[in-house]
């Protein structure tokens, strides 16, 4: 094979991914069918949303995206490419500017007026339908006249949606409502017409069971009414929920900056800014894209992004990230990452992800309503048969089976997932805990163990001064003064801890830094030296016996620096032992103990000595060490903790702890680590500490207990009710509220993860 039939062979089986906003899709059953016909077209798979009304796809290169969407239009439904991050704001603009006009022209008007207009319509046909003393002569006429724009006009969505797919085949949830609305208004018309409920004085009395009456005397205008406004409701409250569910996402958007003052003082949309360009942000402005500090200082705000109170300092080579703010000073900053390319835009793309993701209950779900819908209007047409068989009267077979058909429509079923995860994910991102899928959520409910990396995570990652013992006649003081002078020097990172405690400002001559071991110079008239305690021994000078313990304590939680100077006589002396160590974080103790308290057992996963590791764990409450191991054995000790039948989380941030966080059963990074250790992770923590590890696992199980509870109520909900219906216990009316009410109760109860942890 030629190199370049090769090239041709592996570019036809590269993927790329887009996203397909969708019009028209109103239950599970509209999800299934289009996520079928999606996945006609070779080499497509396809994730359909409900909740986000969105379809994240994968297909091959050589696919066109109009193909895409005409494939969804062939399934009934209409779409749009969504505009990819980097496109311009004119042609987003336009984008979406067409997408709400298309809606409004596809729909007669937004869906809040047409439930206005029909529940102020309704409310006098329920009312003559419901109450026998408010029937004056003509009053069925009224009800006619009034349930018909409500029927035709406020139910079109429903009913476009229905016709739409019986083109292709295909039945919905929007076929039942169709169907039970229909069929109640349209016998209400044939009887008033050709029946006798149309003479004047006419009066029946409003029950739950089917009356024992003329049939064609009946007229039902009240419930296709009722049944009408009911599902307006519910729908304007779910888009209202998932308008509100997705809020975090929009706000994260919301963060980047508009435009850009480059530094030759042109000010130019975010959008024409390159890789390399030069910004300026003055105060209080934000941070237009991820960039390097070439010039200036100042203050940056990071709260927006890591929930980080206190500004950060940067200074010329610091990293900024796009849509942080400059609280005070002026920068000149380099673009290193724009558009799509930014981390706010990455923190975005996951958020999405996750909630356009699909899980494993969800495509359960999915199966099941996929099949639900003609199983429900057979099951209508043997009630109705059934009552008939039984000698019952036609009105009470008939109004059973309109229950049948309204009561059954599984929107509740739908909506319980896809809701769930898009507010559970939206309140993580709020949190800081961006949550790569449905999976992961799914994954972190079950874990029963959680292994933690030492440097970065359950401590600081930066060395940092603990005690400091000194020889009678010196003072703590006096050793910070010169040996603080000598370190600052150094770039060694013990030496900065030591140098960031410093007492006043002595100069130094002489430095000389000996590699591996430590450094000497003379601090004012004293000749100073700092180092290993061997270092010490090299340099002459003996530790006295009451420093000893000192040494040995520093040793079992990180470094002992043996530091001191040469006395009148020019003979060095050891004066002082500076603890230096890579200190817990202030929260991490607290953070394992909830960890714990949720039910997981702890475990310590560190290349650092056993010594150290086992300082460091009984400080934090960490009850299991596994010290010395190198990145290969972590994954073999996560391997082997799996092979003992555990749900294991691994929660790291460097370059060393990405295999395992890819072998766990659950990755959870933490945000300021390394990209390989992000990308490795299920989960990334983007404020720092470990309690927000704990928020994840505690958020993700509270999302899935209420996923499964709105399955239950959904599922529960149609058992009781179908059978109920067609026995004729429910009057249809009451059916519809019911059926509207379970939608409501589903997004609802999914609302209560907005403050959840």
Sequence with gaps: MTTASTTASREAHENREAVLDIEGMTCASCVARVEKRLQTVPGVTAAVNLATESAKVSFPVDVDADRLVQAVREAGYDARVRPAPGQDAASRETSDASVEASDAHAHGG?????????????????????????????????????????????????????????????????????????????????????????????????????????????????????????????RVIEQRSKRRAGSALRALMDLGAKDVELADGRRVPIDEL??????????????????????????????????????????????????????????????????????????????????????????????????????VIALAVLTFAGWMLAGQPVAAGFTAAVAVLIVACPCALGLATPIAILVGTGRGAQLGILITGPEALEQAD???????????????????????????????????????????????????????????????????????????????????????????????????????????????????????WADADGVPRVRAVFAVADGIRPDSADAIARLRDL????????????????????????????????????????????????????VGDGVNDAAALATADLGIA????????????????????????????????????IIRGNLFWAFAYNAAAIPLAALGLLNPMIAGAAMAFSSVFVVLNSLRLRRAV
């Design 110 to 234: 937004p869906l809040r007026t047409r439930l206005i207009v029909s529940a102020l319509l309704a409310v006098p046909v329920v009312a003559l339908g419901m109450i026998p003393a408010l029937q004056f002569p003509g009053w069925q006429w009224v009800s006619f006249a009034l349930a018909t724009p409500i029927v035709l006009w406020g139910g079109w969505p429903f009913h476009r949606a229905t016709f739409a797919n019986a083109r292709h085949g295909a039945m919905t949830m929007d076929t039942l409502i169709t169907l039970g609305t229909g069929a109640a208004y349209l016998w209400s018309v044939w009887a008033l017409l050709f029946g006798t409920a149309g003479e004047v004085g006419m009066v029946h009395e409003a029950t739950l069971f089917a009356p024992d009456a003329d049939p064609t005397s009946m007229v039902y205008f009240e419930v296709a009414a009722a049944v009408t406004v009911f599902l307006l409701l519910g």
């Design 274 to 375: 390159l890789i390399g360009d030069e910004f300026v942000v003055r105060p209080g402005e934000k941070v237009a894209a991820d960039g390097v500090v070439v010039a200036g200082e100042a203050a940056v705000d990071q709260s927006m992004l890591t929930g980080e109170s206190v500004p950060v300092d940067v200074a010329p080579g610091a990293e900024v990230t796009g849509g942080t703010i400059a609280a005070d000073g002026r920068l000149r900053v380099r673009a290193t990452g724009v558009g799509a390319d930014t981390r706010l835009a990455r923190m975005a793309r996951l958020v999405e992800d996750a909630q356009a993701g699909k899980s494993r209950v969800q495509r359960l779900a999915d199966r099941i309503s996929a099949v639900f819908v003609p199983i």
């Design 446 to 564: 079950r874990i029963d163990t959680v292994v933690l990396d030492k440097t970065g995570t359950v401590t600081t990652g930066e060395m940092t001064l603990g005690d400091v013992t000194t020889v009678p006649g010196v003072s703590r003081d006096e050793a910070l003064a010169v040996i603080g002078a000598l370190e600052a020097v150094s770039e060694h990172p013990v030496a900065r801890a030591i140098a960031d405690a410093r007492r006043g400002e002595e100069s130094v001559d002489g430095f000389r830094s000996h590699a591996g071991r430590g450094v000497t110079g003379t601090v004012g008239d004293l000749a100073a030296f700092a180092g290993k305690p061997a270092f010490a021994a090299e340099r002459g000078a003996t530790i006295p016996a009451d420093l000893v313990p000192a040494v040995a304590s520093a040793e079992t939680v990180g470094t002992a620096v043996v530091a001191g």
């Design 599 to 650: 039910g997981a057992d702890v475990v310590l996963l560190t290349g650092d000595n056993e010594t150290v590791a086992r300082a460091v764990a009984a400080e934090a409450g960490i009850p299991t060490v596994v010290a010395g191991v190198l990145p290969e054995q972590k994954v073999a000790e996560i391997e082997r903790l799996r092979a003992e039948g555990r749900r294991v989380a691994m």
């Design 670 to 705: 933490m945000g300021g680590g390394a990209d390989a250790a992000l990308h490795a992770s299920d989960i990334t923590l983007v404020r720092s500490g470990l309690p927000a590890a704990a928020d994840a696992l505690q958020l993700s199980r509270r999302t899935m207990r």
